[in-house]
């Protein structure tokens, strides 16, 4: 019988509501909630291990990379046959997609939650669990990275977004749809993954800041975070990858300074492009030495840029993997 590692690393998944503040909070064990997934004994042996017990808004880019490294080593347990990981949803998309980008292993490794506490009626955490252990076993999730697994249905931690406050398909991927979903445990993969990239690295810098492009916007807070030392900084620009003129000071300011500047796009679907030559415009960025983050959200992009940064300072190293089209749907070894 298969072996499946289920790390519990907190969530909403792991709480009850305290009827003294009458507010969730977390309060189940690991082994309390693998109780309330029956029948899966028939599917594979389960060993529960305890990470955290942390709220999703608790969680750090320090914490995830701790996270990584001790999945990293379960996973070399001969053993263990797949890992499942459970998380708050609120940060999931962020540390399924750290963790995506720096395991290297052929094991399957399933990050899920719940959007409702065990408090609740329709509590979705144990079948989110059951559907995510089903798929660690199965034979087709073996080298497909990083998944994200809730409402029996599969993401690319590469591609998922958390879409809604409270529904139970909030995880989608709007750019290309689910990879795959569990009907009757049984897993049905649709299509392969489209953007695999390997960063080998322990480290992570953690001076990489967010900024969302909103109209009439200028340089001060660019100017602010070089000041205050960032190292790399993130751009959600509007549509193809466009910021007003007054922000192009500020980001011509930072590049010159050797800060690194990302820019995507804070529409919800579609990737960023130099088509426009005015000021502000995606080619004037590019000329000034922006790097490009294609289909990533600024959460998603911070972190590559984290972990980028972590292992190199060359510019030109770091646009490669944000940019590098020859090293599309390989694993790319800095």
């Known amino acids: 019988m298969p072996k499946v590692a289920v790390i519990f690393n907190g969530g909403t998944i792991s709480m009850k509501v305290d009827p003294r503040i009458h507010a969730a909070v977390p309060k189940l064990s690991g ?92 509590y979705d955490g144990p079948a989110n669990l059951s559907a995510s252990i089903c798929t660690a076993i199965s034979e087709g999730a073996k080298g497909r990275g990083v998944m994200v697994c809730l409402n029996d249905e599969l993401n690319c931690a590469s591609e998922v977004t958390k879409t809604h406050s409270m529904k139970l398909d909030t995880f989608q991927s709007p750019e290309f749809g689910p990879i795959g979903i569990i009907d009757n445990n049984q897993v049905l993969f649709y299509r392969n993954i489209i953007d695999k990239i390997y960063i080998p690295t322990v480290k992570i810098e953690t001076r990489v800041d967010l900024i969302k492009c909103t109209a009439g916007i200028d340089s001060k807070m660019i100017n602010f975070l070089v000041e205050s030392g960032s190292k790399g900084i993130v751009i959600e620009a509007l549509g193809r990858g466009n910021v007003p003129p007054e922000m192009v000071p500020g980001i011509r300011n930072a590049i010159e300074k050797g800060v690194i500047v990302v820019i995507v796009s804070r529409c919800f679907r579609g990737r960023v492009l130099d088509t426009y030559g005015y000021e502000g415009g995606g080619r004037i960025l590019r000329e000034m030495g922006a790097i490009f983050g294609d289909t990533l959200p600024g959460q998603k992009a911070r972190i590559k840029l984290m972990l980028a940064l972590g292992k190199t300072s060359n510019q030109l190293k770091i646009r490669e993997i944000f940019e590098g089209k020859e090293y599309k749907n390989t694993n790319y070894d800095i």
């Open 31 to 122: 082994e309390e909630i693998m109780a309330m997934v029956t029948g899966i004994e028939r599917h594979a042996e389960i060993e529960c291990l305890t990470f955290s017990n942390l709220p999703g808004p608790h969680i750090t880019p320090e914490k995830m990379m701790e996270l990584s490294i001790y999945v990293q080593k379960v996973l070399m347990r001969e053993d263990i046959d797949g890992v499942v990981v459970t998380h708050g949803t609120d940060t999931l998309e962020e540390t399924a997609y750290l963790l995506d980008l720096t395991i290297k292993n052929e094991k399957p490794v399933i990050v899920t939650g719940s959007m409702r506490n065990s408090s609740e009626l329709g």
